[in-house]
């Protein structure tokens, strides 16, 4: 049986086929201005990967922040849902979840079968999302890919007052003109962040273990600050950016089973 979860995030539609609870393909397409748009191609890409048509699936679940606008899709499912569904999955052992994307940050407590028992989201400001290094790389002239590895050279902590990602630039041009080393700069851009996450996710409490998804997990500098802070280990998936579609599908697997 084949069903699908797809992912309408703010910059990416991600989709994902699963076969017997197996990934068998998935895609990425950038959400632009027309995301119903998005969430079709995103469709019709991950259905040419996995040489199917639209016939096969049994079930097609919808996520993220433009859910809505996968119009083909036959159910719908919380971001928050989605997440602890997938980690719950992967990692049984997980009761925190912490999920940081390009627009927002969100930390989910789930119980041993994978409800959600509290959440919170920093949905109102950058300084806690992948767009604030987006920005913070500008600044810095820097390739936002090689951010992580650089953060990882510093041996120096520089403190970063700025708690909006406007004033954070501000205070990044001073601190260059301050003469302090690029990646000393890079590690206290990736620290802020991380205090603002971990910060949230204290506010619900956390309990061992812990996982973080999202496509900022794929930054290895932010993961180390958010290791640091946190103290404690952190589980990671393969594809952190999958996810939520990956919870999506799962949902709609239990759907098509009759759940």
């Known amino acids: 049986m084949n069903v699908v979860g797809i992912d309408c995030g703010a910059k990416y539609v991600k989709a994902l086929?699963?076969?017997?609870?197996?990934?068998?393909?998935?895609?990425?397409?950038?959400s632009g201005f027309d995301q119903k748009a998005a969430a079709q191609e995103a469709?019709?890409?991950?259905?040419?990967?996995?040489?199917?048509k639209k016939e096969d699936i049994a079930?097609?679940?919808?996520?993220?922040?433009?859910?809505e606008e996968a119009v083909f899709a036959q159910?719908?499912?919380t971001e928050v849902g989605a997440n602890a569904k997938a980690v719950n999955i992967l990692f049984p052992s997980v009761r925190t979840?912490?999920?940081?994307?390009?627009?927002?940050?969100r930390s989910i407590k789930i119980n041993e079968k994978g409800k959600v028992v509290d959440f919170a989201i920093n949905e109102k400001?950058?300084?806690?999302?992948?767009?604030?290094?987006e920005t913070m790389a500008r600044a810095l002239e820097v390739k936002l890919e090689e951010m992580g590895a650089l953060s990882l050279k510093s041996q120096k902590s520089v403190p970063m007052n700025a708690q909006c990602a406007v004033f954070a630039e501000s205070e990044v041009v001073s601190l260059i003109h301050a003469k302090h080393a690029k990646q000393d700069i890079?590690?206290?851009?990736h620290d802020a962040i991380a205090d603002r996450i971990a910060s949230m996710t204290r506010k619900i409490g956390i309990e061992k273990d812990v996982a973080l998804v999202g496509g900022v997990a794929r930054n290895i500098g932010f993961v180390d600050s958010l290791k640091?802070?946190?103290?404690?280990?952190?589980?990671?998936?393969?594809?952190?950016?999958?996810?939520?579609?990956?919870?999506?599908?799962?949902?709609?697997?239990e759907k098509a089973k009759g759940g």
């Open 228 to 253: 640091r802070d946190l103290k404690q280990e952190l589980f990671i998936p393969e594809e952190p950016e999958y996810s939520c579609a990956l919870g999506a599908a799962f949902a709609a697997a």
């Open 97 to 105: 979840v912490i999920d940081v994307g390009a627009e927002e940050g």
């Open 17 to 30: 086929v699963l076969e017997d609870d197996k990934i068998k393909a998935k895609s990425s397409v950038l």
């Open 125 to 133: 400001c950058a300084a806690g999302a992948g767009t604030f290094t």
């Open 186 to 189: 890079v590690r206290a851009v």
């Open 43 to 52: 469709l019709d890409k991950v259905l040419e990967q996995a040489s199917l």
């Open 59 to 67: 079930y097609i679940t919808a996520t993220g922040a433009g859910k």
């Open 75 to 77: 159910g719908t499912i």
